[in-house]
């Protein structure tokens, strides 16, 4: 790795430790509020109300969707066959779909996958192979194109680091190059708006977050935006992503150029089952430890991010 990925491991660890330091604190804290509540009577709580809310569906239907490190391009089809009310008449040509492993790499990983490539390119989806998340800019098949949304669910650098810390950071790492790789291939507009929202704190940050599970729109002719999905339960969220995104660390070598600031848009829980037909797998694929699927249990979280002006 040269001098900027050397300059942004530097940066990350640095963030990192002050990251964990604060956690522990807020741990700390946490613990001790405890103890004091539990030599308090506990009160008695209402069952909470059933949902009526309907899960957010981020897309429209005249959006332009890149797609990226599809695996066996199942979230793909998703959009196009049994797709959400909502996307019932999005144009297959709206979406390109990619993924990093090269096509015959796909094939072998993914049992599936050519068949659904097959189908997703007579319906007229665009789907590339061999493409790199972290050199989406210098990509020849995506320079110079924008898009309204682009969309990484599950990422993953597929390392298999056994060191939790080590782990945490090459994932990390991944999601800063794919964040300023992106930033050229974003349409350009004005900040998006989510209609009818309201902002909620989230814990450990300085500002305000729309959180919400409820379908809100967003502004329609606005900036391009992304969409980052993990499960919200740790590992993952130790990557600490919207931080990274809203406060990049600053690169340790001056010839190295910093990364985009983003704005969050919002975040919220990502149904599985709205996406028909669709099922997250893991980057080693199907043939080296069982079904190769993984993400079972505890809630899935979107993060949508904009440029910052």
């Known amino acids: 790795m040269g ?15 002050r990251q964990k330091h604060k956690e ?6 946490r613990l001790s509020e405890q103890k004091t509540k539990s030599t308090k009577q506990p009160k ?11 899960p957010t569906i981020p897309f429209s239907a005249t959006d332009t969707i890149l797609l990226i490190g599809e695996g066996n391009f199942s979230f793909a089809r998703a959009l196009i066959q049994d797709a959400p009310l909502a996307l019932t008449h999005i144009p297959p040509g709206n979406i390109t779909a990619t993924a990093y492993d090269s096509e015959e790499e796909c ?5 599936d996958a050519r068949e659904i490539v097959a189908l997703l390119r007579e319906r007229g989806v665009e789907v590339h192979f061999g493409v790199d998340a972290s050199k989406l800019d210098k990509t020849a098949l995506l320079k ?6 682009l969309c990484w669910n599950f990422p993953h650098a597929g390392k298999s680091i056994t060191d939790q810390d080590r782990n945490i950071l090459s994932n990390q790492v991944l999601i800063m190059n794919f964040l300023r790789a992106a930033a050229s291939l974003l349409k350009i507009g004005p900040i998006p708006s989510v209609t009818g929202s309201k902002k909620k704190k989230r814990a450990n940050d300085e500002e305000d977050v729309e959180e919400t599970d409820e379908d809100k729109s967003v502004d329609t002719g ?6 980052i999905t993990l499960r919200n339960v740790p590992p993952y969220t130790l990557w600490d992503i919207p931080r990274l995104a809203k406060h990049p660390p600053l690169p340790t070598s001056g010839s190295t150029p910093p990364n985009p600031a983003y704005i969050i848009v919002r975040s919220f829980a990502f149904h599985r089952d709205v996406w028909k037909g669709y099922e997250h ?6 043939r080296a430890h069982g079904t190769g699927k993984t993400g079972e249990g505890g809630e899935d979280r979107t993060w949508e991010f904009c440029l910052r002006d």
Do not use: H, N
């Not at 606005?222 to 969409?227: N, Y």
């Not at 797998?281 to 199907?286: A, I, N």
């Open 107 to 111: 094939y072998s990983k993914y049992l």
């Open 3 to 17: 001098k900027a990925g050397k300059s942004l491991k530097s940066a990350l660890q640095s963030q990192q430790s």
């Open 144 to 149: 110079g194109r924008r898009w309204d949304r």
């Open 281 to 286: 797998r893991m980057t080693k694929g199907e």
């Open 222 to 227: 606005a900036r391009g935006t992304i969409l």
């Open 44 to 54: 008695k709580r209402k069952a909470p109300a059933p949902s009526t809310s309907r």
């Open 24 to 29: 522990q604190i807020t741990k700390a804290a």
